[in-house]
């Protein structure tokens, strides 16, 4: 299911983006 991977991947980067603001 591509939109299941897309979905997926998205939220891995999201959490990537999100740390990246904590730790600033």
Known sequence: NRAKGT????GALGRSVTENMIHQ
């Open 7 to 10: 979905e997926v991947f998205i």
